[in-house]
């Protein structure tokens, strides 16, 4: 099928030169036969939401559930749940600005803003992602420690050498990308249904965690962890990831196609995003269930949570299960930040690196704080690390999320795919929430 690539703007609202789109090696590289059945066009649309759907369960999720669920119990069950709705919400506007415009995030943020507004959204962007690769290194570095004994200085280091795994991918096309993230996320989800049934939670209890509690604000302790869910649920990286990646199908220019298009991209990310939720929720859940309820209310290291399975769960198997879940999400991270981290650059600031410098670059700068913290306070302290690059990334979210709100609100840009008006209304909600949870916490933390 031969694919009409046009790389200009659809809306007249867009008023820069045009350019290659980001990630131009897999652009419309995925085709979408016309005249095709409902199923077969599904499948066609079927990954990029896994991809987004990755960063929703990667190892700053661990640290943060562990400690929240070993010390708070079944009790932020309701901020997962407010955050896998507010990640909904916002990657659906993703979805749309894409589709609608033909620019992912980080390409609209320089066409609608002066350099004086772009240049620090790009300077933001890039440090979520570091924070984003902060966790991974410590994550995976974690998982091989655990797995096969080796020192986790040396794990962190062993991390920069993913650039090949990456580059493997991604020679072999998006396809192969997305066929290796879902295998991963499958050997995730079959680990921690296992872990479940082991820890045999009270769901009494379990339903009762997802209603909202005013401790979550009252508790500066509490907010604090709230705060890191939502971070490594709502992550920034995210939002630019699948602005870019939702535009590897060929889904044609006629309105038609790109509402059809919308569609099919919409349930695909909803669908994803509800897996990562029902895997971020068990990760809760495990967690209360085994050291909360045991009275292990302060196991906020994954190195801690690992020894204790056995003999709480009464299975050598749990453990293992927990390292092999983390190894596979930190592998899987390490895959869609480098694309992220592509989009990223591409769209703010149009410089285009070969993928391996770039994923070098940013993994050398996220081994650096992990190599200090190693130093200084010993490997005791990687969780503290881990939790604060997600309280890093929620501070940083509304300076993603307020752009994707403004920029999907604009009739002018966004033409006949302009979202609804409760769907803007809801979007400018959820930021609202998430400025006002970042004032709250900042307050706190120098207040104490």
Not at 153 to 169: C, N, R, S, Y
Not at 212 to 221: C, F, G, K, M, V
Not at 422 to 434: E, F, H, K, P, S
Request: hydrophobic share 55%.
């Amino acid at each position: 099928m031969t694919v009409d690539i046009d790389h200009r703007p659809r809306k007249i609202g867009w008023q820069r030169t045009p350019r290659e789109p980001s990630l131009v090696e897999a652009f419309a590289s995925v085709p979408v036969v016309a005249g095709a059945s409902s199923w077969r066009k599904f499948l066609a649309f079927l990954g990029p939401g896994y991809l987004v759907a990755v960063g929703y369960m990667d190892p700053g999720n661990w640290a943060t559930a562990v400690a929240g669920g070993s010390r708070f119990g079944y009790a932020l069950l309701f901020v997962a749940l407010l955050s896998n709705v507010m990640a909904i919400v916002l990657q659906a506007l993703c979805a749309r600005l894409a589709i609608a415009t033909g620019r992912d995030l980080a390409q609209a943020c320089r066409d609608a803003y002066p350099s004086w507004v772009s240049i620090p959204l790009w300077v933001l962007a890039e440090l979520a992602i570091c924070a984003t690769d902060l966790a991974e290194v410590l994550g995976t570095a974690i998982a091989l420690n655990l797995l096969f004994g080796l020192p986790i200085e040396i794990g962190v280091v062993l991390t920069a050498l993913d650039v090949f795994v990456v580059l493997w991918l991604q020679n072999k096309g998006i396809r192969s990308i997305e066929a290796f993230i879902i295998t991963l996320l499958g050997v995730v989800a079959i680990s921690f249904a296992i872990q479940l049934a082991m820890a045999s939670p009270d769901w009494r209890q379990v339903v009762g965690g997802f209603a909202p509690s005013r401790s979550i604000l009252t508790d500066p302790d509490m907010l604090y962890l709230a705060l890191g869910i939502i971070g490594a649920t709502v992550m920034p990286h995210n939002l630019y990831l699948h602005s870019g990646i939702v535009q590897t199908r060929a889904y044609g220019h006629g309105e038609h196609e790109r509402r059809e298009a919308l569609r099919y991209a919409s349930f695909d990310s909803g669908a994803a995003l509800l897996f990562a939720f029902l895997v971020n929720a068990s990760l809760l859940i495990v967690a209360a269930a085994t050291f909360h309820a045991a009275g292990q209310t302060q196991v906020v290291e994954l190195e801690q949570a690992y020894k204790i399975m056995t003999p709480l769960l009464n299975s050598p198997a749990a453990p293992t299960l927990f390292a092999i879940a983390l190894l596979c999400c930190g592998l899987n991270a390490s895959v869609t930040a480098t694309m992220a981290g592509q989009i990223v650059m591409e769209g703010f600031i149009e410089i285009r690196l070969p993928a391996w410098l770039r994923r070098l670059a940013t993994r050398l700068i996220a081994i650096l704080p992990a190599v200090i913290v190693l130093q200084f306070y010993g490997a005791t302290r990687t969780t503290d690390l881990l939790i604060l690059s997600q309280v890093v990334l929620a501070l940083q979210l509304p300076f993603a999320v307020t752009p994707l709100v403004l920029l999907t609100a604009s009739p002018k840009k966004m033409g006949p795919l302009a979202p609804p008006l409760w769907l803007t209304g809801l979007a400018g909600v959820i930021a609202a929430v998430l400025i006002s949870l970042n004032v709250t916490l900042l307050a706190g933390m120098l207040t104490r």
